[in-house]
């Protein structure tokens, strides 16, 4: 029992331990990715508003969809929920599987551990989170209604982090040693897209169909994020339980096997 609690807060006393160097790398990451552009950090807002024009462009003006049981302004909320999960998730997902092998100088480095490098570029690729969230409330309170249930959103805020931290770990390594990987990611991204319940609810889906929704792990946060925001509601138990175990299993999966490959980054980098 000793050793199995021992396991699961191994990876936060690590990031405990080295919270000051990591908060300040990753300080220093999300500087550098928008220096020298003319709009800087704005970017960090635009970009998910130009997102959202896209998919509102082609589901609400285009395709004509609109649930019946939501307004246009409405769906368009709920189409942001599902993105504000999503973009972070595919940005997290491509920078933090090359992590390791774009920064093989570091791999040597003894200050920062080559293990926390993935969990960096989750951090710095995740920022976009936490803007959405807040564009999200704002336009909740003045589109629809705002609820004490979206007070709830950075709890899944840090389960996803979890999840896609421990799922980067685990392609990082798959990196060093296959990459091809970097090339699969596109296109996992992209199907992920697709599949994931961004631009429509799970009623919509023919019954048969609807499989495909609950073999996707990430539908479970972007669907806590629509019901907290959006429906004004919890998600159903399933969906939070999933949503736990996928996130502290990925999490505490993913730092065991980095850690005890560690030794083997510097054959491969």
Same mark, same amino acid.
């Given at each position: 029992?000793?050793?199995?609690?021992?396991?699961?807060?191994?990876?936060?006393?690590?990031?405990?331990?080295?919270?000051?160097?990591?908060?300040?790398?990753?300080?220093?990451?999300?500087?550098?990715?928008?220096?020298?552009?003319?709009?800087?950090? +704005?970017? =960090? $807002? *635009?970009?998910?508003?130009?997102?959202?024009?896209?998919?509102?462009?082609?589901?609400?003006?285009?395709?004509?969809?609109?649930?019946?049981?939501?307004?246009?302004?409405?769906?368009?909320?709920?189409?942001?929920?599902?993105?504000?999960?999503?973009?972070?998730?595919?940005?997290?997902?491509?920078?933090?599987?090359?992590? &390791? =092998?774009?920064?093989?100088?570091?791999?040597?480095?003894?200050?920062?551990?080559?293990?926390?490098?993935?969990?960096?570029?989750?951090?710095?690729?995740?920022?976009?989170?936490?803007?959405?969230?807040?564009?999200?409330?704002?336009?909740?309170?003045?589109?629809?209604? $705002?609820?004490?249930? !979206?007070?709830?959103?950075?709890?899944?805020?840090? *389960?996803?982090? *979890? $999840?896609?931290?421990?799922?980067?770990?685990? &392609?990082?390594?798959?990196?060093?040693?296959?990459?091809?990987?970097?090339?699969?990611?596109?296109? =996992?991204?992209?199907?992920?897209?697709?599949?994931?319940?961004?631009?429509?609810?799970?009623?919509?889906?023919?019954?048969?169909? /609807?499989?495909?929704?609950?073999?996707?792990?990430? !539908?479970?946060?972007?669907?806590?994020? /629509?019901?907290?925001?959006?429906?004004?509601? &919890?998600?159903?138990?399933?969906?939070?339980? =999933?949503?736990?175990? +996928?996130?502290?299993?990925?999490?505490?999966?993913?730092?065991?096997?980095?850690?005890?490959?560690?030794?083997? $980054?510097?054959?491969?980098?």
């Amino acid at each position: 029992m000793s050793s199995f609690f021992d396991t699961m807060v191994d990876p936060f006393r690590s990031i405990w331990k080295h919270r000051v160097v990591l908060w300040r790398t990753t300080y220093g990451e999300i500087r550098n990715a928008y220096a020298g552009s003319l709009l800087g950090s +704005a970017w =960090v $807002f *635009l970009g998910q508003v130009l997102m959202l024009a896209i998919y509102a462009t082609t589901y609400v003006v285009i395709l004509r969809i609109q649930p019946p049981d939501m307004t246009v302004y409405e769906y368009i909320l709920y189409v942001f929920c599902g993105l504000t999960s999503f973009l972070p998730f595919a940005a997290s997902l491509s920078a933090g599987t090359l992590s &390791l =092998v774009s920064n093989r100088a570091v791999l040597l480095n003894t200050i920062f551990p080559a293990e926390l490098i993935p969990f960096r570029s989750v951090l710095v690729a995740s920022i976009t989170m936490p803007v959405g969230t807040l564009i999200l409330f704002v336009a909740d309170f003045f589109l629809s209604e $705002f609820t004490w249930t !979206s007070l709830l959103i950075p709890v899944v805020m840090v *389960l996803q982090t *979890l $999840f896609v931290a421990g799922v980067v770990w685990m &392609l990082s390594l798959a990196a060093l040693m296959f990459r091809d990987i970097q090339h699969m990611i596109y296109y =996992v991204t992209m199907m992920l897209m697709i599949i994931s319940p961004i631009a429509y609810t799970p009623t919509m889906i023919p019954s048969g169909l /609807q499989v495909i929704i609950y073999f996707n792990p990430l !539908s479970y946060y972007i669907i806590s994020f /629509q019901s907290l925001i959006m429906l004004n509601k &919890l998600p159903s138990l399933d969906i939070i339980a =999933v949503m736990l175990l +996928a996130s502290f299993t990925s999490f505490t999966l993913g730092f065991m096997m980095v850690r005890r490959a560690k030794g083997a $980054f510097y054959d491969y980098a």
